[in-house]
Structure formats: C-alpha cells, structure tokens
C-alpha cells in the first residue's frame, strides 16, 4: 500500500508531505480545487505519461516520490527479483522527475529504469479507477484469466499448458514432415553426414585431453633438460644427496651425545627420502621418450574435431543432436508412411490428453462461474442495482496453452434485457457502481494492495451515494482505498478526511492538502451537503457521519 506521498512544483502544488494509513481516505473540496492533481501524481507513479505541463510554472522541475510497503505483494516482489532490484526492507521507493522541458527520469529503488517495467510493476500494486478509464474489466482478453484467478487451481492450468505445448510441438513436426519432400541424393548426403559422425567415433572429453597432451609433447625438450638438471642437482659428483651421505658419515662417531643424535637419524631419514625421489625421477627420465608419430596422429585427431565442430554445431553436444536429427530424417526417408504412421499415433494420444484436461478444466471454470455471478450479483444488490445481473458466457474456442474456453463477463441492467458484453450495457452512474462492485471482487484476485476511485460517484446520489460509501468501505476492510469525491455520503464512510483547497493571491496560485480531525470533518460533511455552516446543517452532517460509521 500507499505509506507516503512527496509532491513539488506540480502544477498547482508547491510541496506536500503525506503519511497515508489503511482502510479508506477521502479527498473532497471545491471544483478546480487540485483533488484529482493527487491522483495524477500516483498515476505517474504507475508509469503513465509524463509532460512538462505538471511542472508549475516559473520552476525547473516538479517532483513526485512514493512509498509503497509491497511486503504481502509476492508477484511486485517477483518481478523486483527477476530484474535485480535489492530493497532495503520491505518498502519500495519509486520517485519521478520532470523537467520544464518534458524530459522524465524513472527510479526504483534508487535505480533507474524503463516507463514499461514501471508499468508493469505498478499493475500489481496500484489500481487507479476512473469513470472514463478503459478498464481491464471490461476487456474481454482479461476475463478468463480473471476466472481462472478465481478458480485458485494453478496445479491444472500447469498441466492443461503442459499438454497443449506437446500437443502442439507434435503437430509440428508432422506438419513439417508432410511438407518434406526428400529424394536420392538427400538419402545420400543424410547417409554420408551421419557415417562422417559416426566413423569419427568421439568421445565427451577426448580432445581437450589430446590438447592437453599436445602441449606436453610440445615442451619435451624442455621437460627432458630441467629433469635431468635436478637429478644432477641432487645425485651427481657436486649433488646435494652425496654431501649429505658426508655428513651423515662424519657425525656417526659423535651421535652417542646429543643433541646430535637426533640430527645423525633425521639427516639419515632425509638421505633416504631423497634417495627414492632421485629413483622415480630417474624413472621418469627413462620412460620419457619424444614419440613424432604419436604426435602426429594426435594433431590430426584434434583438426578432425575441429572440422565436425565447423560443420555440425561447434560443440560435442551440437554434433550429437546432429547425429539424433540425421538420424531421425534418414528413418523418415526410409520409412516414411510408418513415420507418419506413429506420429499420427502419438498425435491422437497427446490430443486426448490435452482434451481430457481441458474439458476438467472447462468443467472447473463452468462450476466456479455460478459461484462468482451469485457473488458479483450480491455485490450490485448492494448498491441498489437490483435489476442488474451478471452473467459469463463460456463456450468453446480455439485450442491453446489455456484451454478450450472463450469467456466473457455480461451484464443485463434491466430483467427484461438480455446479456450483452460488459463494455457495451452500462454507462454514467450505473456503469460506476457496476465497476465497484466487480472490483470488489476481481481486485483481491489481482493481488493489488491500493485502489483508486476518481470522482466514480458522478451522477448519483441519496441512498445510492451511501451505497456505494459503504461498498468502498467494506473493500477497504482487505486493501487501502482513496476515493475523490463530492458526495457527503461516500466522504463521511471514509476512516481519514483529506480537505484540498486553492489560494489566490491574484498572483500566484497554489493548493494544500489538509488531513481533518473528527470536528473539522463535520464543517466539512455540511459544506459538502449543502454549502452551509447552520446548526441544522451540522447536525445533519453528525448524523450522516453516525450512520456512515454504522
């Protein structure tokens, strides 16, 4: 959710600081006030559009800067991880800066970054509803998707895209096998590639072991000179073994006395560990023998893994899917009708899989269909849209990696209508309350944490307005809700007041935001409800704050 808001130099606002709680806020005040300049605010926050007409005029830039604690949000923190954003804590900090001359910068976490992945991530945090906004709710595209979040089954959607994949990947390759048109000559080069790799007879770690020993051979000469050069160093005239053989002699008529007794036996130990060291020195020189054809062959078996690794992949692994491959369409040729044959085989198999789950699939979305339209219904009960019903239509698509299901979300707003799609049936006030409602409902699904009514109310008013006052309300019961409005009714269901007014000063012209205590909230209720301050209006006011609160 929403935790903090700074804003300056935006449009009218010289700078705000806002601390925001749960439950539902409220902003009200006077048309031209500022109220929805918030909302524009967070909307940049969410990635929308930025230009240079939000920063006020005579500055150099505006500034917007949020904080969102996302610590229960696991598909924000997701997609955070997949692009290596590291959060201190649990809050995330999203700021945006806007020059005079439209240019926008975009930081994460400090980081910068693109408006896309803005975007992208925001969905899941922040809704922002409006009466003129395209919402997601009423594009088709989304509504299965939104029935199968309801469904909370993701085990079977997984085996459902599972099946498709292999059905598909199947469909495929027959089709391309259909389309082969081989002859002689293709058999022969086939055939002539895969005895090439065949004959070649290679091995996983073969030729960096025959590199290896390459470079041992090229430093034989080398080898040969410092070997024996130690063995001289050690066991010639001058050596080191000799004199210690010496030694060793001239302290044998003294080690009865220490402490060259124990230098007499561990010199002795000495001589005799050097001993066998100079014997296997010895031996290796022997043995070493600088073998021109063993050479020779070897080279030549390096630059026939370099030439299969030119043409067949550039890896041992790369060749050996050759191999696979070569080998498949050789039996293709060979035994083509009983190629198609078994593929068709394995096509019918993989198809009744796919259609057996799906039609589990479609029997699951069909089953929690009548659970959501009896809730969705429940909802419009609520905010008096009693002859309103909600239907979905699911009948049988195209095959893929979802299923077999077309969905959509339809709507009659009179008993005596019929369905028809949900962009198409609604508008003005009812299409507002119809919209509440499903979000009510759909927003849970989406994960999001904050929702964000603009002025939604528009058109409607009495009972209705307090309908909707206590929907809100209620959904503010799970996430943080801010409303902009100009109704008492739904202002007195909010748990914080946000008064934003403007100042004049014939010069310049600027808007605050004010957070109102309960008293200050009731001038406010009144001046909302009928623009007067009198005891009657006042009282009114308690009342209705009274019965929003019940």
């Known amino acids: 959710m929403l935790t903090h808001l700074y804003v300056k130099n935006f449009v009218l606002i010289d700078q705000v600081n806002l601390d925001f709680n749960d439950k539902m806020s409220v902003l009200t005040g006077e048309t031209g006030a500022g109220k929805s300049l918030l909302i524009d605010a967070i909307g940049l926050l969410c990635g929308e559009r930025a230009s240079a007409t939000y920063v006020k005029k005579g500055c150099d830039k505006a500034v917007v800067e949020g904080v969102f604690d996302i610590s229960d949000n696991s598909i924000a923190n997701r997609l955070l991880e997949e692009q290596g954003f590291d959060l201190e804590g649990e809050d995330l900090i999203i700021s945006r800066e806007i020059t005079a001359l439209g240019k926008s910068t975009i930081r994460v976490a400090q980081r910068s970054c693109t408006a896309a992945f803005l975007r992208e991530l925001m969905s899941s945090i922040v809704d922002i509803h409006s009466q003129h906004d395209n919402q997601y709710l009423l594009q088709p595209r989304y509504h299965l998707s939104l029935l199968d979040r309801f469904c909370e089954d993701e085990q079977l959607l997984e085996k459902v895209k599972a099946a498709y994949q292999a059905l598909h990947s199947l469909e495929k390759e027959v089709e391309a096998a259909l389309k082969e048109d081989f002859n002689q000559d293709n058999l022969d080069d086939l055939t002539a590639a895969y005895n090439e790799i065949v004959d070649a007879k290679l091995k996983e770690d073969e030729l960096a072991e025959l590199e290896d020993e390459v470079k041992l051979m090229n430093r034989f000469e080398t080898i040969q000179k410092q070997a024996a050069y130690a063995l001289e160093a050690l066991d010639g005239e001058q050596g080191s073994n000799p004199t210690l053989y010496s030694a060793i002699r001239a302290l044998e008529s003294i080690q009865d006395i220490q402490p060259y007794q124990s230098i007499h036996t561990s010199l002795y130990d000495a001589y005799y560990q050097i001993e066998e060291l100079i014997s296997s020195l010895r031996k290796a020189l022997e043995n070493s023998d600088y073998d021109e054809e063993r050479l020779n062959m070897i080279q030549e078996r390096i630059f026939l893994y370099h030439r299969l690794y ?241």
């Open 310 to 550: 030119r043409k067949y992949g550039g890896s041992y692994e790369a060749i050996m899917q050759q191999k696979e491959m070569i080998e498949t369409k050789i039996d293709r040729i060979l035994h083509r009708q009983d190629f198609l044959e078994r593929k068709e085989q394995e096509l019918n198999e993989k198809r009744q899989i796919f259609e057996a789950v799906s039609e589990q699939l479609h029997q699951l979305r069909s089953q929690k269909a009548v659970i959501l339209e009896e809730q969705v219904n429940q909802q419009l009960n609520d905010l008096l849209l009693s002859n309103a019903r909600f239907h979905i239509a699911i009948k049988e698509g195209k095959a893929s990696s979802v299923g077999i299901d077309e969905v959509e979300f339809q709507v009659s707003m009179n008993r005596q209508d019929r369905f028809t799609p949900l962009q198409k049936t609604a508008s003005g006030g009812e299409l507002s309350r119809l919209m509440l409602g499903l979000k009510c409902i759909f927003t849970r699904l989406q994960g999001i944490s904050t929702v964000i009514f603009d002025e939604i109310d528009t058109g409607v008013s009495g009972a209705v307005a307090l309908a909707i006052g206590r929907k809100m309300q209620l959904l503010s019961e799970d996430i943080q809700v801010f409303c902009v409005t100009h109704l008492a009714q739904v202002a007195a269901s909010a748990d914080h007041h946000l008064l934003v007014s403007k100042q004049d000063d014939q010069h310049v012209t600027t808007t605050s935001i004010q957070l109102l205590n309960e008293e200050e909230r009731i001038h406010e209720l009144a001046a909302i409800a009928s623009s007067s301050q009198s005891e009657a209006s006042l009282s009114a006011a308690r009342e209705l704050r009274q019965t929003a609160r019940r």
